[in-house]
């Protein structure tokens, strides 16, 4: 095996990161927090239009603590989308709340707004209401915001977006997650900037990030020794890692432009076979194909998804199904499900491809080759 592995989604510096941490190391503020945490947030908000922003741990500590300032506990529901990253998942769990899952439409692949309207109207008529709604934005598109706002407004269900996947994605123009009670983003090592690992709560509710910001330090109260009337949690985001987290945001536009054109050359190089589809462009927004992800056929194009994923891993280059929906995992065994139809045909069908920005006009020839000749063996 001497071709080099061609991964999913690896990490790409810009090249200004070594320099921000060396000026927060030449600081001293190797701790906690400190200015490149400030900054980082101060430009996040810059960049998202979000009004105020909190630097975490993940993604998942960023929707747990979303989820505890919602108030949600033991013996409440709260609605996910189904086709989904477990990390969208168990923050509720933890709050001791139960997952209720939602199916995508196939238009979007995100949580279907009707179903979401028939399972509220639902929970209405048995005397319910979930505490919060969660959907996903998947593979750097956003759900349908407005809708989903518009079907929780009447009962009162605030709604916090998964945006993990989603970071320099547009809805109606806005930035994915505009809009939301609250919105989620994370930095780890396979999206699309990466601090090596952290994540973003971000909200236009200044109370919700303040007192997020203070959960993620232990809450400490005001006083000069260390006084507790709360739990919290440690989550904060270490000053070195925001220094990454800035040089990254820097090249946030062009790496949405080359995930984009990566998408575009397969489409065109790929999209003649019979029996492969790509995921849709919804025409609300502007998704930034954080992945490629494509539909196999295999009555059409002679091979299913399985035998695909395994030529490519023949020629070291890294392909993944979808994300499996929440409903199909063993740990949420007999957890509600609302559909489900939909999410388990995309993940029988789908395929992720690789797609790191760094990725050369060879590497995306040679990612091609193998899956045209899978289609030409049969
Ligand atoms: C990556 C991801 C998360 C979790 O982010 P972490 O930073 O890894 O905790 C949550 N939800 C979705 C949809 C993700 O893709």
Redesign the pocket.
């Known amino acids: 095996m001497n071709k080099p592995r061609l991964f999913l989604s690896p990490p790409h510096i810009s090249g200004e990161e070594q320099q921000l941490v060396q000026e927060a190391f030449a600081s001293n503020y190797i701790a906690p927090v400190g200015p490149m945490v400030d900054a980082f947030e101060q430009e996040f908000t810059e960049y998202t239009g979000l009004s105020h922003a909190v630097a975490v741990a ?6 747990h603590l979303a989820l505890r300032h919602l108030g949600v506990g033991a013996g409440d529901e709260v609605f996910l989308s189904t086709l ?5 998942a168990t923050p509720a769990v933890y709050q001791g709340a139960t997952p209720v899952f939602i199916d995508s439409d196939r238009q979007t692949w995100n949580m279907d707004p009707d179903l979401l309207a028939e399972e509220l109207a639902g929970c209405k008529r048995r005397g319910r209401r979930p505490k919060a709604v969660v959907p ?3 593979y750097g598109q956003s759900c349908d915001l407005d809708r989903i706002l518009a079907v929780c407004a009447p009962y009162g269900v605030p709604a916090v977006t ?1 945006s ?2 989603a970071l320099g994605a547009r809805y109606k123009g806005r930035h994915a997650g505009k809009g939301a009670r609250a919105a ?1 983003f ?3 090592g ?2 699309i900037i990466t601090t090596s ?3 973003m709560l971000a909200s236009d509710d200044r109370e919700l990030v303040e007192n997020a910001r203070f959960l993620s330090q232990q809450a400490r109260d005001p006083a000069p020794h260390y006084e507790h009337s709360e739990i919290g949690y440690n989550y904060r985001m270490s000053n070195i890692l925001a220094a990454i987290g800035r040089g990254q945001l820097r090249v946030l536009d062009e790496r949405v432009e080359q995930k984009r054109r990566i998408f575009a050359f397969y489409r065109e190089a790929l999209g003649d076979l019979p029996g492969i589809a790509f995921m849709p462009e919804a025409p609300y927004g502007v998704c930034t194909r954080w992945l490629t992800v494509i539909l196999i056929t295999p009555e059409a194009f002679g091979a299913d998804r399985e035998a695909v994923r395994l030529a490519l891993e023949a020629e070291n280059i890294e392909s993944r199904p979808l ?1 499996k929906p929440m409903h199909l995992q063993p740990v949420f065994r007999g957890c509600r499900t609302v559909g489900g139809g939909v999410s388990e045909s995309l993940f029988q069908a789908g395929l992720c491809l690789p797609s790191g920005t760094a990725m050369t006009g060879a590497d995306l020839a040679r990612v091609v080759e193998v899956i045209r000749n899978v289609h030409s063996r049969v």
Do not use: M, Q, R, Y
């Open positions: 993940s993604g998942t500590a960023a929707l989904t990253f477990i990390g969208s996903t934005d998947l998964d993990a996947e989620v994370s930095f780890n396979n999206k690992g952290g994540g994300w």
